[in-house]
């Protein structure tokens, strides 16, 4: 690996331990906005109206709101600490290891999961707020994320990619 390689990798490194700091102050922003905003997300488009703050809901709805929320954030802090751990590697020459295989794996399935798991989990989050009295009126919400479902492709894409120069690195290293 060149030097000027290292350095974008020591940067990279730099950048996401940046992102840990400021990690603490998004999580509460994005606390209080789940809490304080009005959580039915359709507005008039639909004729529903805006939907009163999770905080006025029951302690069921809470719960349903809660739960939403950790996962939502769960699925995308699995992905940053999975990105991290990769230019971490990258930053030590590791790049072309089955460990990096295994990473990008992780991270396409984590895409998967997203797309699937967050309509199914929304919708029928949504249904039980409605059935708990939370919400005004039940909508079914059937937009799949598409920024998802293309990582998700890609990193598929990838992973055939560098499974053939992990054969290639090992070719030449037995070449040698």
Known sequence: ???SE????KRLDWIFWGLWLVAP???????HLTWTMPYYPFGDETGCGKGPAAASFSIQGQLLVALAFVMGIGFYAALIIL????VRR?????????????????????FIAIAVVSILHYNLN???LYRLGD????QPFYTLDMLSIAMDLMLFGLRILI??????????????
């Open 1 to 3: 690996m060149q030097q």
């Open 6 to 9: 290292k350095v974008i990798f």
């Open 25 to 31: 102050f998004l999580l509460w922003q994005a606390i």
């Open 83 to 86: 990105m991290h751990r990769l």
């Open 90 to 110: 990258f930053m030590q020459g590791e790049m072309l290891i089955s460990a990096t295989l295994e990473t990008i794996n992780k991270m396409a399935w984590i």
């Open 126 to 128: 949504l249904y039980l």
């Open 135 to 138: 919400l005004p009126k039940w």
């Open 163 to 176: 499974q053939h120069a992990i054969a290639l690195q090992e070719d030449a290293d037995l070449t040698v």
